[in-house]
């Protein structure tokens, strides 16, 4: 009766918490040098009541976040894959942040460099420019794959399977110029593996298009850099030299002058990153299950 007790008011004392907290506190107390822990040292080091802390470590288990070997947990595949995303995406930012800098001082226009994620594009990094207001984007934004140039840039050098899962989605309108058809849209990536480089032609928002070209060797895309402009279709076509320039830099920073080549005789597989694009879960992601907390 006074362990249930003293449990109630714990769990009192812990309500100021977030839900987000309480499972940052317990993945918190797996650092350290001990890979192994059992519910009683969670509760120790985290602070959070032991009934709590089970339920937790039970949905953590069942995401793939921890895993469970007897009685004890320890971190699972999923921290491991998101570990290295993470470390991947901040050695991409790292290397292509100046690169992006130089080409919008160049064209005076709003830069960005995008990721895949599912059937999305994620925004890893925007240089502002004079129409910075006027194009609606921001770090850790999300836009659909398949109406953004970024998007269909690492769409054309992708796996089939990524397209497929993108148009498994749905091709929803979001102006009059989207490209709303299956055909239509693998149509339009044939021409940019032809060209080397995507359009957005106000296909996202009305009076913005945009021009991207993707971060690749002689295999699979990983990024893709683009500018966008307000000036239309004209404006974005003289951009793409520059723009396929910077993206073909930012390889060159990131793996060397001499990668390009010796991979040409490689298989594709030997350009992609650490982790495989079905680990490419963005960690808010996660989100979607806070309901078990």
Known sequence: MLDQFMEQVAETELAPLSLLEKAAKVLGAFEGPQPRLSLTEVVRRSGIPRSSAHRILDQLVQLRWLDREGRD???????????????HHNRLRRAALPLLHALHEQTGRVVHLSVLDGAEVVCLERIGGSEATTV????????PAYCTAAGKAILAFSDPAAVEHVL??????????????????????AAVRERGVAYDREESFRGICCVAAPLRGAGRAVAAV???SCRGDRE????????????????????????PGRAAAAPARDLEPAVSAQAMDNMMGWLRFSEWM
């Open 73 to 87: 947990y320890r971190m699972g595949m999923r921290m491991l894959e998101l570990g290295a995303l993470a470390s």
């Open 136 to 143: 609606p984007s921001r770090v850790g934004g999300r836009m």
């Open 168 to 189: 498994a989605q749905g091709l929803r309108p979001r102006t009059a110029r989207t490209l709303i058809r299956p055909l239509a849209l693998r149509s339009e990536l």
């Open 226 to 228: 683009s500018v966008s």
């Open 236 to 259: 974005t076509a003289r951009l793409a030299p520059a723009v396929l320039a910077c993206a073909r830099s930012v390889w060159r920073e990131l793996y060397g002058p001499g990668r």
